[in-house]
């Protein structure tokens, strides 16, 4: 098994520019979430999703877009790239059964600068 | 409002035992997980604790006290590759059981 891929890598962005991250598990994991990591402090989640065709906000939604087609990919767009979106992203997904959410699986995170 | 307090460092010789604290204040609980990341690396999953008490797992250990809003988590004999950040996270209870991260402590163990 694979887990939780995520590409790309790295990525240098223009301000302005768009770019879409993207996201795949072959867990069959049906909750799936974007996060942010900066520098020194936690992990911020942008988006989640809870099974296929359904997605909501987390805390730190504005300035992304995402979509959950199919149970396995989970992408995310940014439309107008702006340096404030400088970060690390990880892709993660867990199994939530009646209402109980397992462990989250990371993927390797991408490294995308703004500038 | 939702906070989780983490020290942000912590050094240690290697083979020694190190307690990692972490404090909570949220609107709601439904567990407190530990993970474990590597500089530059995704966070793997370390311990989970939904009830009072300490879970062993090896040589890392994990203690809760909801009514204190307190965790902390044990390594002992320390070796060299447990250098790496510490992300506490606790478990809301509202709608879909989100995680909420601290912001980490970074482990430096020394020889």
């Known amino acids: 098994n694979a887990g939780v891929t995520q590409t790309p890598k790295f990525r240098i962005l223009k301000i302005g520019q768009s770019m879409t991250l993207q996201c795949t598990q072959d867990?069959?994991?049906?909750?799936m979430y974007w996060y942010r990591q900066d520098p020194g402090m936690g992990l911020k989640l942008i988006y989640y999703?809870?099974?296929?065709?359904?997605?909501d906000k987390g805390e730190v939604p504005n300035g992304y877009n995402v979509s959950r087609s199919t149970t396995e990919d989970f992408p995310l767009r940014l439309e107008l790239a702006a340096p404030s979106q400088t970060s690390v992203y990880f892709c993660?997904?867990?199994?939530?059964?009646?209402?109980?959410?397992?462990?989250?699986?990371f993927g390797s995170g991408t490294q995308l600068s703004v500038l | 409002g939702q906070n989780i307090d983490q020290p942000t460092e912590m050094t240690a010789t290697e083979g020694a035992i190190v307690q990692i604290n972490c404090t909570y204040q949220?609107?709601?609980?439904?567990?407190l997980f530990w993970y474990q990341q590597h500089a530059g690396e995704a966070p793997t999953f370390l311990s989970y604790?939904?009830?009072?008490g300490l879970e062993e797992k090896g040589r890392f250990s994990s203690f809760l006290s909801r009514s204190k809003g307190y965790s902390y988590l044990l390594l002992k004999e320390l070796q060299m590759k447990d250098s790496a950040s510490y992300l506490c996270?606790?478990?809301?209870?509202?709608?879909?059981?989100?995680?909420?991260f601290g912001a980490g402590t970074r482990l430096a163990v020394h020889p």
């Open positions: 999703s809870v099974g296929a065709g359904i997605t």
């Open positions: 604790n939904v009830l009072d």
């Open positions: 996270a606790v478990r809301d209870a509202g709608g879909y059981n989100k995680l909420i």
């Open positions: 949220t609107s709601g609980f439904n567990g």
């Open positions: 867990m069959n994991h049906n909750y």
């Open positions: 993660a997904s867990s199994y939530n059964q009646g209402g109980v959410q397992e462990k989250l699986f």
